[in-house]
């Protein structure tokens, strides 16, 4: 929950980044707003001591970086007929939605928008900061339109977000998003074992995801109950399972 406590620090600027090139944007950023501009601010980063590949950075990926919200990778045109959804992540988690893209396209055919979101909290004051302008100057011809509303305003799909905090961290932007918005999250006490098991028990895994997606196309009527029961056997998800925000 720590991303939610520096949610209520006016000049904490909070990022769960995933990859090197988000780190050394933020840092860049961070520096030339404290040491050269001498702001009145500072940035708080969560990082993880896990192996991985990291890519290049996409190109023009910079602002959206800082902004706390860029495509990673655009599941392309949609084809007539064709299942989409948006999959949003940051941190270590992003790595799982990445996964859960993967799932999705070579077990049920559906296609993922991949969006990284090195900072909801940014997100969030960007949507709120719209919104208040807005109410502010009822006549005004220059609406403003929050940022995670301009990138998601023309895809199609459900959108669901996982991230290594506890659902209110992502749930902030729920008010901006267009359509229908799956948040998961590590809610319930924390417990000692490794991290695929907890991202297990805490359902935010690259199955869990790939659920949740299959889950809202489903309520949606693009897909069936029936494709839902088929994940949760192909997944081996335990329905039984008590809920971890209250375990």
């Known amino acids: 929950h720590s991303h939610v406590q520096a949610s209520f ?3 904490c600027r909070a990022y769960d980044p995933t990859f090197h090139y988000e780190v050394v944007t933020i840092l860049q950023h961070g520096m030339q707003r404290m040491m050269a501009e001498q702001r009145d601010e500072y940035f708080y980063l969560t990082l993880m001591n896990e192996n991985y590949a990291h890519p290049d950075m996409p190109e023009g990926a910079a602002e959206g970086i800082i902004k706390g919200m860029y495509l990673l990778q655009d599941g392309g045109k949609p084809k007539k007929g064709e299942l989409r959804v948006q999959l949003m992540g940051s941190g270590t988690i992003l790595r799982e939605v990445i996964a859960a893209a993967e799932l999705l396209d070579k077990e049920f055919g ?3 928008d991949i969006w990284a979101c090195p900072s909801f ?8 900061d719209a919104t208040r302008h807005n109410r502010l100057n009822p006549e005004a011809k220059d609406k403003r339109v929050p940022y995670v509303t301009q990138l998601l305003a023309d895809r199609q799909g459900p959108a669901i977000a996982a991230t290594d905090y506890v659902r209110t961290f992502a749930n902030q932007v ?3 998003v267009p359509m229908k918005y799956v ?8 417990r000692s074992d490794t991290r695929a098991n907890l991202r297990r ?12 997606a299959i889950c809202a196309l489903a309520k ?3 897909m069936s109950p029936k494709d839902v ?19």
């Open 9 to 11: 620090i006016p000049n």
């Open 110 to 112: 559906i296609k993922a």
């Open 121 to 128: 909290n940014e997100l969030a004051r960007d949507g709120e």
């Open 174 to 176: 729920r008010e901006f």
């Open 183 to 190: 948040v998961l999250g590590t809610d319930g006490f924390g």
């Open 201 to 212: 028990h805490f359902e935010v895994d690259r199955h869990y995801i790939a659920h949740a």
């Open 220 to 222: 949606a009527g693009k």
């Open 229 to 247: 029961t088929r994940a949760i056997k192909q997944y081996r998800i335990d329905v039984e399972k008590g809920d971890p925000a209250l375990a």
